[in-house]
């Protein structure tokens, strides 16, 4: 369960890490789309964060065969939580008190959604 | 970087984040169910049937517009806003699958929209971030 939550969690810092550096994609154009796939195919990163991806989703089915579905809900609700704090720490966003509020009123959403 | 703020833009990918995500489990699922999956024989199998291809199509046009929308908009406005697929999820299962919805799941809905409403009216932005 810690392998899904710390797996999830890098992923999703680590991609949006890169998706950032690489700058806003204007082009929708299926002309540019290979091209982009190239640029993005050499970010290190990038291709990390999709690896702990995979990793989350493999190790996230594993637990499923063992485990009811009624743990899937603390996960997401505590990739959520460490997520919000991570990208106010290490991707520097400016994670205001809306943005807290709304987590947190997300987090306890989830936790209800699924009981 | 400079700011951007084409919400046009931002709403549009978050809309087809959350309907791929939602729609392309319900894909998914609808097309594994009741399949015996003991050797990996059977999950080529799976694989190759309608609902399940479409269900697996939806799930990367899921993380390509994930992603895209990561491209300019933080992380802490791209995860609660797009929490209201567990939302649509519930919706999905409630009319297509004839799930209960509880009231405690009522509640929980009405939280998880009030936190993404919430978020999503901020910017998607935020100057110094990485």
């Known amino acids: ?115 | 970087m400079q700011r951007t703020g084409a919400h046009a833009k931002t709403r549009v990918f978050t809309i087809i984040v959350v309907l791929s995500n939602a729609f392309g489990n319900f894909a998914l699922a609808r097309g594994m169910r009741g399949r015996v999956t003991a050797s990996a024989l059977d999950y080529l199998a799976a694989i190759f049937t309608p609902w399940v291809v479409l269900g697996i199509s939806l799930l990367i046009l899921w993380l390509l517009s994930r992603m895209a929308l990561m491209s300019w908009a933080d992380l802490s406005y791209v995860l609660p806003v797009t929490s209201i697929g567990y939302v649509a999820s519930a919706l999905i299962g409630r009319f297509l699958l004839n799930e209960q919805i509880t009231a405690t799941r009522w509640a929980g809905t009405l939280l998880v929209v009030a936190g993404a409403v919430l978020v999503g009216r901020g910017a998607p932005h935020s100057k110094g971030s990485l």
Do not use: N, Y
Not at chain 1, 39 to 58: D, E, H, T
Not at chain 1, 73 to 78: D, E, G, K, L, N
């Open chain 1, 1 to 115: 369960m810690a392998l899904v939550v710390a797996s999830t969690v890098l992923g999703d810092l680590l991609q949006s890490l890169e998706m950032k550096r690489h700058g806003e994609i204007h082009d929708f154009h299926p002309r540019g789309w290979a091209r982009l796939a190239g640029a993005l195919a050499r970010k290190r990163f990038l291709i990390l964060g999709i690896g702990f991806m995979a990793v989350s989703f493999f190790a996230f089915m594993t637990l499923l065969e063992t485990a009811d579905l009624s743990f899937a809900v603390p996960i997401s609700a505590a990739t959520l939580v460490f997520e919000t704090i991570l990208a106010r720490f290490v991707l520097k966003e400016r994670v205001d008190a809306r943005r807290w509020a709304g987590a947190c009123l997300v987090a306890c959403g989830v936790a209800l959604l699924a009981s």
